[in-house]
């Protein structure tokens, strides 16, 4: 059995992971690798909430802000670049410190991805295409009928998930969750997942206070800018799509700022209802003290290294 570890740091948006992880990573002294898919795009920086100078300065970070939003980058590549550079960092360490709220990304570096049926390009160009003419609500309801078991567990609000999931569901006449959790790949470390909770009122505030903050910070203007590229995947995403409509005039500013705290804790529900699914997780509240979970981290890892 190896005696490498990869510590999965989880938990919903704005729970305090980042801080949780650069603890960690000092205390085994190793580096961070990043499973945020939202802050893999150098150009998406406030409204990723991407590490500060500080925390990025405190450990070395792998995966944040790597790519252009004009790059295609698939959870496919993100799981091949992950793991050959969890095993270089290996080569050094005996633990390395994974975190990131997208459970999806997480899951391809632990277990690896699913095996999914081969798509036709007609079949995905003709559910774009009914995007475009009949509006994401029409694609919501038919993979609400499809497959309502990932419905409540998709981020129903980002039409590339919605497409991906009612391709699959059409090619294979069976649904899309039917391909999720098959056989785990064997990876050649132990897996660790610690997870950071609190109750829903205090996980809802703290995402409303962390939407000011960036608001304050200068996401309207970030978003501006990146007007002009409305339709690209990555910025189909809370907090870019809800400002696109504003730049539309679809929205007023403040109704735009509100379904950014609402579609955030709609996405925060969903990041919970997935770590739910995980029996493996050891699980910490939000204040508690770095030495107590320490400590928990430390013992669990001796009793069971191989979790």
Not at 112 to 124: T, V, Y
Request: glycine share 4%.
């Amino acid at each position: 059995m190896s005696s490498k570890t990869l510590i999965s740091v989880v938990g919903p948006t704005a729970i305090g992971k980042t801080r949780l992880a650069i603890i960690l990573a000092k205390h085994f002294k190793t580096e961070i690798v990043s499973a945020d898919s939202r802050q893999f795009f150098k150009e998406m920086h406030i409204g990723t909430a991407v590490p500060s100078a500080e925390e990025l300065k405190a450990v070395p970070h792998h995966f944040i802000q790597h790519k252009s939003i004009f790059e295609p980058y698939s959870v496919g590549d993100f799981e091949k670049e992950a793991i050959a550079q969890i095993e270089k960092l290996f080569q050094n360490n005996d633990y390395v410190v994974m975190v990131g709220g997208s459970g999806l990304y997480v899951d391809a570096v632990v277990n690896g991805l699913d095996e999914f049926p081969q798509i036709d390009s007609k079949l995905r160009d003709s559910l774009n295409q009914k995007l475009e003419k009949e509006g994401l609500e029409c694609l919501q309801e038919e993979l609400l009928v499809l497959d309502p078991k990932y419905y409540h567990l998709v981020d129903i609000h980002n039409p590339h998930r919605v497409i991906r999931a009612l391709e699959v569901c059409l090619t294979a006449k069976k649904p899309y969750s039917s391909f999720l959790n098959q056989k785990r790949k064997k990876r050649n470390f132990n897996s660790f997942y610690v997870g950071i909770q609190a109750d829903r009122e205090v996980i809802y505030e703290r995402i409303n206070q962390r939407v000011d903050i960036m608001i304050e910070a200068g996401l309207l203007d970030e978003a501006k800018k990146l007007y002009p590229h409305k339709n690209l995947n990555a910025l189909q995403t809370v907090g870019y799509k809800e400002l696109l409509e504003y730049f539309d005039k679809n929205f007023t500013l403040d109704f735009a700022i509100s379904e950014i705290k609402k579609n955030t804790r709609r996405f925060a529900k969903r990041q919970l209802t997935w770590l739910r699914k995980n029996k493996n997780i050891l699980w910490v509240d939000f204040n508690t003290e770095p030495k107590v979970i320490l400590e928990k981290i430390t013992n669990q890892l001796k009793t069971n290294p191989h979790a």
